[in-house]
């Protein structure tokens, strides 16, 4: 907790000097800026590629054009639905194609999944 508080107040810090300031009029830029650094560092571009990234190997599908259909994918589920289920539990769905049980779980905050949501459904 002490760590995390270190963390906002070297980060509100940081945005006074560069003039960036803590409030954003584009939040939703700012969560798929966070997002994508989350696409990087979790590993999900080892096995999926993007419109800004290219896997290492792709292992799983490709996540470009997935805003266009991730909304018809599973009946009653909307875009934003079916990939936080997809992110949170990866064996719910399945691409054809792909391995039932080859993405792993990653143990994420409720805010880490809408910013990467947020990523993979602005691109």
Same mark, same amino acid.
């Given at each position: 907790?002490?760590?995390? @508080?270190?963390?906002?107040g070297? /980060?509100?810090a940081?945005a006074?000097?560069? #003039?960036?300031?803590?409030?954003?009029?584009? $939040? %939703?830029?700012?969560?798929?800026?966070? #997002? *994508?650094?989350?696409?990087?560092? /979790?590993?999900?571009? +080892?096995c *999926?590629?993007?419109?800004?990234?290219?896997?290492?190997?792709?292992? +799983?599908?490709s996540?470009? +054009?997935?805003?266009?259909?991730? #909304?018809?994918?599973?009946?009653?589920?909307l875009?934003?639905? @079916?990939? %936080?289920?997809?992110?949170?539990? $990866?064996?719910?769905?399945?691409?054809? +194609? @792909?391995?039932?049980? %080859?993405?792993? %779980?990653?143990d994420?905050?409720?805010a880490?999944?809408?910013?990467?949501?947020? @990523?993979?459904?602005? #691109?």
């Amino acid at each position: 907790m002490r760590i995390e @508080y270190l963390r906002l107040g070297l /980060t509100a810090a940081l945005a006074v000097v560069l #003039g960036l300031g803590l409030m954003t009029d584009r $939040p %939703t830029e700012q969560k798929a800026s966070s #997002g *994508h650094l989350l696409f990087l560092s /979790t590993g999900c571009i +080892g096995c *999926h590629r993007t419109e800004d990234t290219s896997p290492t190997a792709e292992i +799983g599908p490709s996540l470009i +054009g997935l805003a266009d259909r991730a #909304g018809s994918r599973v009946p009653g589920l909307l875009a934003v639905e @079916y990939v %936080t289920q997809s992110i949170r539990q $990866p064996q719910s769905f399945t691409v054809p +194609g @792909y391995g039932f049980d %080859t993405m792993p %779980t990653f143990d994420l905050t409720d805010a880490e999944v809408d910013s990467l949501v947020e @990523y993979l459904l602005a #691109g």
